[in-house]
């Protein structure tokens, strides 16, 4: 299982840009405390290793990914925000004369600084931010 672990770790860089999909609730300017949340699936593409990995297929299966987050927005666009998230993911490695199956999951804080802006849609609010985590 650690061998899947690693080797799913390698697709994962390997495959960027993957597929990932989420469903976030309707984004709006905020002023004062809020509460978020987002759920969806990502898929990163079969993936054959290479280089120090040759001869190893890895067939991940859909992975969930879910986020919470609270934060405060100033009214001015600016919003202070700590988001919680989670990934898991299920897959296949063949190779190393064998089959090996295992899980990934993956857990992770940030804290964000996204800054809203009007378009003058009123329906669309786009948004550009920094934030740092692990």
Sequence with gaps: MNTLRKALLVASVAALPGLAWTV????????????GAGVGINNIFNTKGKSNLAGITVKPDLGGIGALSAGYGFGNGLRAELEFD??????KATGFGGNTKGDVY?????ANAPYDFDPGLGWVYPYVGAGVGM
Excluded: I, R
Excluded at 86 to 91: E, H, K, P, V
């Design 24 to 35: 976030p609730a309707n984004a709006q300017p905020v002023s004062g405390v809020y509460l």
């Design 106 to 110: 993956n857990y992770g804080v940030m």
């Design 86 to 91: 989670y990934t898991g993911q299920s897959g």
